[in-house]
């Protein structure tokens, strides 16, 4: 079985996650929404945690707007541009990090905790309760936390409808259809029962599922694709309405889990 950190940081050496939220109109309606969610249920004024930071996309802006902000980064050069970026910033620390394990993080010390990526790379269920349980723990009592998953079904939907379909299923799925997660997959999903249940019996109480980019990222990869920033102005204002909507959650590639803590 490979390394998770040598599988991650494989991935992100050669892959432009800079400019990731900006070059398509999936990442932008990705962004938007999410940032909606932050802002609705983070006050004027607080501190806020991003765990699985990037190169700071969220955190960076969340400081601009002037949150005190820590964002932790598992993958190497990920971290160095984060670091930089940081640099003329007061309000933000970064810190490298491993989600699974934020031992230099007090217990009940942000307003928001952003698990915003770590959960796409944990593969066994213990790690995917261990990073829950990390971002309870340094979260206050009555604060947010916002974890981001990916559909397994969007997954099928976006990568194997072209052509391999069988072989996505094999990887994919039990023969049952019960979702496999494993580290050579780098991305994996989830049933949105499934992860609902890595909340069970933690200590928080639920507040909404929602889809944050839709069908967008399959519509993108049409040849014909085109939208307007008239036309994506609708487009988002349509999706923000109905983006918790359970019919429509499946089949958005991302999507966020909010909870208070008790």
């Not at 902000?69 to 640099?87: G, H, Q």
């Not at 194997?160 to 094999?170: I, M, T, W």
Request: hydrophobic share 40%.
């Amino acid at each position: 079985m490979c390394d998770r950190r040598e599988i991650i940081n494989g991935f992100y050496d050669s892959y432009d996650e800079e400019t990731r939220m900006e070059n398509s109109r999936q990442a932008q309606l990705e962004y938007y929404t999410t940032m909606h969610f932050i802002r609705k249920y983070l006050a004027d004024k607080g501190k806020v945690i991003e765990v699985g930071a990037g190169t700071g996309r969220y955190s960076i802006n969340l400081a601009k707007e002037g949150y005190d902000v820590t964002a932790v980064e598992f993958a190497d050069r990920n971290f160095e541009i984060l670091c930089r970026k940081c640099e003329e910033i007061p309000n933000i620390k970064a810190c490298k990090g491993d989600g699974v394990d934020l031992h230099f993080i007090a217990d009940n010390s942000f307003d928001m905790t952003l698990i915003l990526g770590p959960l796409y790379h944990l593969y066994d269920r213990q790690d995917q309760e261990a990073a829950i349980k990390e971002a309870i723990r340094v979260t206050k009592k009555g604060g947010i936390i916002i974890a981001a998953f990916l559909s397994v079904h969007a997954i099928m939907f976006d990568n194997y409808l072209q052509g391999n379909f069988a072989s996505g299923l094999e990887e994919n799925f039990t023969r049952d259809y019960k979702v496999k997660h494993f580290p050579e997959q780098l991305f994996t999903g989830f049933n949105i029962d499934e992860f609902e249940e890595l909340f069970t019996d933690m200590p928080v109480d639920k507040i909404t599922i929602a889809a944050v980019d839709g069908i967008m990222e399959l519509a993108e990869r049409r040849e014909d694709f085109s939208m307007s920033e008239a036309e994506f102005d609708a487009f988002k204002d349509y999706h923000l309405h109905h983006c918790q909507r359970v019919e429509l959650l499946g089949s958005s590639s991302h999507l966020i889990y909010i909870a208070r803590k008790k």
